[in-house]
C-alpha cells in the first residue's frame, strides 16, 4: 500500500512539473526578407520572476523591441499563469540562421531554423553606387564626377525609392558617412520628390544631395545607410477604411540598406605646378577699396578687401594671398573670414581678407598684379585667377628715402612682404507627377534629420 501511493505521488509530481515546468519559442514567420523584422515569442506556462537569457541572440539577431506579458487564470477552483516575452527582431545576414534554444531558468526553448531571403544586391547594370533592389523600399546613390581628383567637390545623390506607401511618422533614413579615407561631407539644399518607374513598377522618390570634398587620394568607402520604416499591413488593403486610415490596422516594421561602395580619388595631377592644388570649376579673385584712390594723403589708412571665390571647394580649402607691400607704406590685415555658399547644385567658398595700407609719405605708390595657379577641373588644365596692379598717388610731402653708401653697407635691405597663414581644413529632366499625401509627410520628416 505504502508502494503504491509513492508511486502515484511521483507521477503526480511528475504531471505538475511538466504541466508547470514547459516553455516554448514561436515566430510569426520562419521565411523572410533581409530587412524585415519577425516576432519571436517566449512562453513559460507558469508565473517565473526569471527573465530569458536573450544573449545567445546577439550574435546573429538585433533585438529592435520587447515586451513581458503575464496572463492570470482561475478555472474551477484551479489556477494558472503564463508570461510571455515579445521580441521584434531584425537578422544581421541573409542566409539560414538559427534562433537558438534560449534558457529560462532551469528550462530551455527548440531552436527555430529560419530562411533569410537576400534582396538587397547591388545593381550592376547601372551606374548607381550601392543600390539595393529590395521590392518595396530601395536606397540607391550616385556620385559625379565618376573619377574625382583628390580635393575636388564631389556630387552624392542619396535616393530613398518606395513602391509602398510609408507611414510618416516612424521614417527615417540616416545621412552617408565616410567609413574608409577622410573628407568633408555636406548636405545641399533641401530634400525633392519625384517619382520614377522601374521595370513596370511605380516608385515614389525622395532626392537628398551632398558635397563631399576627400582629403587624400586612394579610396574612400561610404558606409551603408540606413532605413527604418513601416510599410502598411497586407489586410489594410481590404478594409474599406484603408484609403483614409492606411495604418489604423498596424503595419510591418522594415529596415532596407545600402551597400557600402568605394570611391577611387586620384591624386594632383602630375602636370600641376601651383603652390596651392585648387581643383574646381571656377576661381575668381576681386578686390575693393574703401576710399577713392585718387583722394588719398599721407598718414591716412585704406582698406583693401580681397575675396577669393571657389566654384566647387570650401571656403576652408582656400590659401591666403601674399599681398607685396610698395616701400613706403605699413599694411596691416585682419582674421580671414569664411563663407560658404550651399547651393544645390555644390559649394562656393569665399575667404575675404582686408588690408590697412598707410603711407608714411606723399607720392606715387604700386601694388603689383596678384595671382593665384588652380586647377580647372571641367577643362582638365592649370588655370590663373588675377588681380592687375593697382598705382595711386598720395598727396603730402614726398617720403625722403636716404640710399646708403654701398660701399658701408654689406647688402641692401629686402624688399619685405606680408603674407597671412594658410588656412587648415576644418574638422568639422525628370518628368512631373501629382505626388500622394503621405510622400510629403515623409519628405518633410527626412528633411528634419
Given at each position: 500500500?505504502?508502494?503504491?501511493?509513492?508511486?502515484?505521488?511521483?507521477?503526480?509530481?511528475?504531471?505538475?512539473?511538466?504541466?508547470?515546468?514547459?516553455?516554448?519559442?514561436?515566430?510569426?514567420?520562419?521565411?523572410?526578407?533581409?530587412?524585415?523584422?519577425?516576432?519571436?515569442?517566449?512562453?513559460?506556462?507558469?508565473?517565473?520572476?526569471?527573465?530569458?537569457?536573450?544573449?545567445?541572440?546577439?550574435?546573429?539577431?538585433?533585438?529592435?523591441?520587447?515586451?513581458?506579458?503575464?496572463?492570470?487564470?482561475?478555472?474551477?477552483?484551479?489556477?494558472?499563469?503564463?508570461?510571455?516575452?515579445?521580441?521584434?527582431?531584425?537578422?544581421?545576414?541573409?542566409?539560414?540562421?538559427?534562433?537558438?534554444?534560449?534558457?529560462?531558468?532551469?528550462?530551455?526553448?527548440?531552436?527555430?531554423?529560419?530562411?533569410?531571403?537576400?534582396?538587397?544586391?547591388?545593381?550592376?547594370?547601372?551606374?548607381?553606387?550601392?543600390?539595393?533592389?529590395?521590392?518595396?523600399?530601395?536606397?540607391?546613390?550616385?556620385i559625379e564626377p565618376k573619377n574625382p581628383l583628390v580635393q575636388q567637390q564631389i556630387i552624392l545623390t542619396q535616393r530613398l525609392l518606395a513602391s509602398v506607401r510609408l507611414d510618416n511618422t516612424q521614417a527615417s533614413l540616416t545621412l552617408p558617412q565616410i567609413e574608409q579615407?577622410?573628407?568633408?561631407?555636406?548636405?545641399?539644399?533641401?530634400?525633392?520628390?519625384?517619382?520614377?518607374?522601374?521595370?513596370?513598377?511605380?516608385?515614389?522618390?525622395?532626392?537628398?544631395?551632398?558635397?563631399?570634398?576627400?582629403?587624400q587620394s586612394g579610396t574612400l568607402t561610404i558606409g551603408r545607410t540606413i532605413f527604418d520604416g513601416v510599410i502598411p499591413d497586407a489586410n489594410a488593403n481590404n478594409d474599406p477604411l484603408g484609403h483614409y486610415f492606411a495604418f489604423s490596422l498596424g503595419g510591418k516594421s522594415v529596415r532596407r540598406f545600402s551597400k557600402p561602395f568605394d570611391i577611387t580619388i586620384a591624386p594632383q595631377d602630375p602636370n600641376y605646378t601651383g603652390q596651392y592644388w585648387l581643383p574646381a570649376k571656377n576661381i575668381s579673385l576681386n578686390a575693393s577699396w574703401d576710399k577713392p584712390l585718387d583722394q588719398l594723403k599721407a598718414g591716412e589708412p585704406v582698406t583693401l578687401t580681397i575675396a577669393i571665390m571657389a566654384e566647387g571647394l570650401a571656403a576652408e580649402q582656400l590659401p591666403a594671398l601674399t599681398i607685396p607691400v610698395p616701400v613706403g607704406m605699413k599694411a596691416y590685415s585682419d582674421?580671414?573670414?569664411?563663407?560658404d555658399q550651399v547651393r544645390d547644385d555644390g559649394v562656393i567658398g569665399i575667404r575675404q581678407e582686408k588690408w590697412v595700407f598707410i603711407a608714411s609719405g606723399g607720392g606715387e605708390f604700386t601694388i603689383p598684379e596678384i595671382t593665384l595657379d588652380w586647377w580647372n577641373t571641367k577643362t582638365q588644365q592649370q588655370e590663373l585667377a588675377r588681380l592687375d596692379a593697382t598705382q595711386f598717388k598720395v598727396g603730402g610731402e614726398p617720403l625722403v628715402v636716404n640710399t646708403p653708401d654701398p660701399a658701408t653697407v654689406a647688402k641692401p635691405e629686402p624688399q619685405h612682404s606680408a603674407q597671412l597663414p594658410s588656412a587648415q581644413p576644418s574638422s568639422d529632366t525628370r518628368p512631373q507627377h501629382t505626388m500622394p499625401w503621405w510622400l510629403w509627410a515623409v519628405l518633410l520628416v527626412l528633411m528634419g534629420e
Open positions: 500500500m505504502v508502494k503504491r501511493i509513492i508511486i502515484v505521488s511521483l507521477l503526480w509530481l511528475m504531471m505538475v512539473n511538466l504541466s508547470w515546468a514547459t516553455v516554448s519559442s514561436s515566430v510569426d514567420q520562419t521565411e523572410l526578407t533581409y530587412g524585415d523584422a519577425l516576432q519571436l515569442t517566449i512562453t513559460a506556462n507558469h508565473g517565473t520572476g526569471v527573465a530569458p537569457d536573450l544573449s545567445v541572440l546577439n550574435d546573429d539577431f538585433e533585438i529592435a523591441s520587447q515586451r513581458h506579458e503575464s496572463q492570470f487564470s482561475l478555472i474551477n477552483g484551479t489556477s494558472s499563469q503564463t508570461s510571455r516575452w515579445i521580441l521584434s527582431l531584425y537578422p544581421r545576414k541573409s542566409g539560414k540562421l538559427v534562433i537558438p534554444a534560449i534558457t529560462v531558468g532551469a528550462e530551455i526553448t527548440d531552436p527555430i531554423v529560419l530562411t533569410i531571403n537576400d534582396d538587397t544586391t547591388p545593381n550592376s547594370t547601372n551606374n548607381d553606387k550601392g543600390k539595393s533592389t529590395s521590392a518595396d523600399v530601395l536606397i540607391e546613390f550616385e579615407g577622410k573628407g568633408l561631407v555636406r548636405q545641399l539644399g533641401s530634400p525633392t520628390a519625384h517619382n520614377r518607374v522601374i521595370q513596370g513598377k511605380r516608385y515614389d522618390v525622395i532626392e537628398r544631395k551632398f558635397a563631399l570634398m576627400s582629403q582674421q580671414p573670414l569664411f563663407n
